[in-house]
């Protein structure tokens, strides 16, 4: 199993920025990519970006395309989520997830952190 441990959220003005944390701890070994999601209130969960942890590519949701970044630190277990340009939309529970190697699908979820931003 993987643990994973989000920091970083808050309250932000909108256009402000924030970085989101994410540590991994346990059988990171067993890692092949890592991903943000987040829920707004009476929404679905929704995919917001992935990190594939050996080579770095990185995949994003139309809505964030050029805003937010994700990269990882591998020495540190640990993947961010620079969030630039923050809109009132943005506002949701944001969750990290890591997708196991021979995992279809991400198998591993944080307790998630609340981001919100004010208009």
């Known amino acids: 199993q993987v643990q994973l441990v989000e920091s970083g959220g808050g309250l932000v003005q909108a256009g402000g920025s924030l970085r989101l944390s994410c540590a991994a701890s346990g059988r990171t070994a067993s890692t092949y990519a890592m991903g943000w999601f987040r829920q707004a209130p009476e929404k679905e969960r929704e995919f917001v970006a992935a990190i594939n942890w050996s080579g770095g590519n990185t995949a994003y949701a139309d809505s964030v395309k050029g805003r937010f970044t994700i990269s990882r630190d591998n020495a540190k277990n640990t993947v961010y989520l620079r969030m630039n340009f923050l809109k009132p939309e943005d506002t949701a529970v944001y969750y990290c997830?890591?997708?196991?190697?021979?995992?279809?699908?991400?198998?591993?979820w944080g307790q998630g952190t609340q981001v919100t931003v004010s208009s």
């Open positions: 997830a890591s997708r196991s190697f021979g995992s279809s699908s991400y198998n591993n």
